[in-house]
């Protein structure tokens, strides 16, 4: 006997106690998934403590806030670099050799560059998935947090978020770029890059030359900090090739465009696309394409690939295919890099290497 007189049935305490339970998980679900969604999607740029910028468990990014970070990240990996270049202390290595049988170096300018540029996404975008040129040891994690802050250059090119499911999203990470001409001294050539492709196709790149602290960004529908120049020589072209994994490039160069075009050697995927953009730095060459015949790696050339789709230009297999950033790691059909011009002309004029054997 209940006090008062008032019986209580098993069954209706057991009712009871179920709904109860039922309501405070609802509660509790709701109040966890408004906390992550605040972090990831809704908070106001600038004002929200530092976090990661998505949910853990997937979810969908920003890409505004990806590029913040990127940015962040390439200035960030490229303060290591000078520090380490500054230093002289370089710990060259070598991870083996490339198909051509050239050293794949790699030096303590990549390492420590990797680790700061991958810890920063990974800390802001745990749920997306990041593939970097250099090995990640988790034995040495650093967890660098992002302020949240968006910088106003970016507020005023971008003007709104622009969400995306994160699993839709590959962000490819080069630490060091150019490591040849790296220890060789040749600061310029030096680059830190981040691409975002989603569903494979690159959205988002950013370059930037720790030596002279220029960076250049774009993201494609989005904006940018760097433009195409007003015009380019189709004719007779100044052609940006590579200086330390040139194969037959100044054959197939001079057989399609003539003995009028004029080749430029340079080291860095990065800094030979920067030499078809209008770029400030004053240590930065021009030119009018960049080939590239031999076998490369996608985060050589995404970031590059981001910023010239972005602002109208293409980069393309020789024969003309669109590179997507998902699966394998490198791409075996050269590269062909263009603006302001007819790319499917340029790619028509190119032989085919196949046959002619200048792979
Ligand atoms: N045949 C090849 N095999 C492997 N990597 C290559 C390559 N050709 C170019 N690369 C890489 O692409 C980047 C640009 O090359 P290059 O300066 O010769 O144009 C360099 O990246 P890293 O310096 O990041 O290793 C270089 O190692
Ligand atoms: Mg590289």
Not at 18 to 45: D, K, N, Q
Not at 49 to 61: E, H, K, L, Y
Not at 223 to 234: D, F, H, L, M, Q
Not at 255 to 266: C, E, K, R
């Amino acid at each position: 006997m209940a006090p008062m007189g008032i019986r209580l049935s098993p069954l209706g305490v057991a009712v009871f106690c179920l709904l109860g339970l039922g309501v405070l998980y609802h509660l509790y679900s709701g109040f966890l998934a408004g906390r992550f969604s605040l972090f990831g999607l809704g908070g106001e740029p600038g004002g929200g403590a530092a976090g990661p910028a998505a949910a853990a468990d997937g979810g969908a990014v920003d890409l505004r806030e990806m590029l913040a970070v990127a940015v962040l990240a390439a200035v960030r990996g490229g303060d290591e670099v000078r520090r380490v270049r500054e230093s002289n202390v370089l710990h060259e290595k070598s991870k083996g050799k490339t198909r051509e049988g050239a050293e794949d170096k790699m030096t303590s300018g990549d390492v420590l560059s990797n680790r700061k540029m991958f810890y920063l996404l990974k800390t802001a975008f745990p749920s997306v998935q990041i593939n970097t040129e250099e090995h990640v040891d988790a034995a040495d994690q650093e967890v660098i947090l992002w302020d949240h802050k968006i910088p106003e250059d970016i507020l005023k090119e971008v003007s709104a978020p622009k969400e995306v499911p994160a699993e839709s999203v590959t962000v490819w990470i080069d630490p060091l770029d150019a490591t040849q001409e790296y220890t060789e001294d040749l600061r310029k050539y030096v680059t830190t890059m981040v691409c975002v492709a989603v569903n494979g196709k690159p959205v988002l790149g950013v370059i930037h030359k720790p030596f002279s602290e220029y960076t250049a960004w774009a993201m494609v529908d989005g904006g940018s900090n760097v433009k195409a120049r007003p015009s380019y020589n189709e004719k007779t072209p100044k052609i940006v090739v590579s200086r330390s994994h040139s194969g037959m490039v100044k054959q197939v160069a001079l057989q399609t465009f003539g003995n009028q075009s004029t080749i430029i050697p340079a080291g860095g995927a990065g800094y030979k696309v920067l030499a078809l953009l209008d770029v400030p730095d004053k240590s930065q060459e021009k030119a009018d394409l960049y080939i590239h015949v031999t076998y490369i790696k996608k985060w050589d050339i995404c970031a590059g690939n981001a910023i010239l789709r972005a602002l109208g230009g293409h980069m393309t297999t020789l024969s003309g295919e669109e590179i997507s950033y998902t699966g394998s790691d490198g791409i075996e059909g050269g590269l062909l890099a263009s603006i302001g011009m007819n790319h499917q002309a340029l790619v028509r004029k190119l032989p085919d290497l196949e046959k002619t054997g200048h792979k």
